[in-house]
C-alpha cells in the first residue's frame, strides 16, 4: 500500500494492529519498516479482547536500537504510576520494560553474565550499551541497579552473590570463596523460602566468614625478624576456652610462621593455599581486609575473612576463621 497508494503524500498511513495471536508489537514493528507512519495502541497495551498494541514497548524497542521514538519515556515508574492510578490495571511484574522483575536476574548463569557485563562496561566504556540479559541501561529509564537487576534467592550462584557484595560492600571476594559464599545463600534463601536482601548477604557473609574465634582463638603475637628473611612468631592461644598456650614457630613470612604455630600447637593438618588483600574504599575508617584459603587432607577448601587496619592483623584473624571453618 506505501508503494501503490495513488496520492500517497496526501494521507497519513497509520496501523491499528491487536494482540489477538501474540504478534501486535511485532506487526507494528513490521509495518513500520514497510512505510507505516503511525501506531494506533494503548499505554501497556490494555484494550480490546487480548489488547492493542503496546505503544511503550515499541518506543522502548526503538530506543533500545537507537532510534528515538520521539516521546517522553525516561520515567517509566511515573509512567506506571500514573497508569495504575487511573486505570486501575496493575502492571505485570513481568511485563517488558516496565514489569518490576523485567531487569532483575535470579539465575545464577544469568547473574554472572550481568556481573561481568558491568564490569566490562566500567572497565572499557563504550559507547554502547552492551550488557547481556539488559536490553537497555535500566537507568536510562528511571530504574536502578540495586534494586532491579541482581536479586538473591535459592537459584543464584555466585556471580551474583559476589557482584552485590563487591558493589554495595567493597568486597572482593577470591573466585572460589565467591563460590562458597554463593552456596551458604542459596541454602539460607532456600531454608527461609524468600529472597535475601544486600544487608542480610553482607550479615551472612560477616557471620560464617569474619572473625570466628570458636573453637581456636589467638590472644596475641609477636614477630622477631632471623636471618635470611625467616620470622619468628609468639603465638598465644587456646582451644573452646581452655588454657592459653604460648608457642614459638618460623615461616618464610608473618602468616606463615603463626600458621606453623597453631599446626604445631594442635596438630592441625592443611594447606595455606590462597591469600588475597584489599583495602576497604568504602569504609569510613582505614580498614584492610585479607582472605584467606586453607585446604584440608580430603581437598576441601575452608575460607576465612579478617578486617583491620592493620593487615597482619586482618590476615592472622582470617586464618584463624578459615581453621574454625573446618
Known sequence: MNRHFENRESIILSIHPHNDRGTGVASAELALLAGAERVEGTLFGNGERTGNVDVLNIAYNMFSQGINPELEIGHVND???????????????????????????????????????????????????????LPIDPTDIGRNYDADVIRINSQSGKGGVG????????????????????YTAKSVSDH?????????????????????????????????????????????????????????????????????????????????????????EQSSSAQAIAYVGIKKPDGILSWGAGVDPDIIRASIDALVTAINNR
Open 163 to 182: 557482584y552485590i557484595l563487591e558493589t554495595k560492600y567493597g568486597l572482593n571476594l577470591p573466585a572460589k570463596m565467591r563460590e562458597a559464599m554463593s
Open 192 to 280: 527461609l523460602h524468600k529472597e535475601l536482601r544486600p544487608d542480610e548477604i553482607f550479615e551472612l557473609f560477616k557471620d560464617t566468614f569474619e572473625n570466628v574465634t570458636t573453637p581456636y582463638n589467638i590472644n596475641g603475637v609477636h614477630f622477631k625478624q632471623l636471618d635470611e628473611g625467616r620470622i619468628e612468631a609468639q603465638v598465644t592461644s587456646n582451644y573452646e576456652g581452655g588454657e592459653y598456650a604460648t608457642v614459638y614457630a618460623e615461616g618464610n613470612g608473618r602468616l606463615n610462621a603463626v600458621s606453623n604455630a597453631l599446626k604445631q600447637q594442635y596438630n592441625l593438618q592443611y594447606d595455606l593455599v590462597s591469600y588475597t588483600e584489599h583495602a576497604l
Open 79 to 133: 509512567i506506571i504510576g500514573i497508569y495504575e492510578r487511573c486505570c486501575k490495571i496493575p502492571i505485570h511484574p513481568r511485563h517488558p520494560y516496565a514489569g518490576k522483575l523485567v531487569f532483575t536476574a535470579f539465575s545464577g548463569s544469568h547473574q554472572d553474565a550481568i556481573a561481568k557485563g558491568m564490569h566490562w562496561i566500567e572497565e572499557k566504556a563504550p559507547d554502547t550499551w552492551t550488557v547481556p540479559y
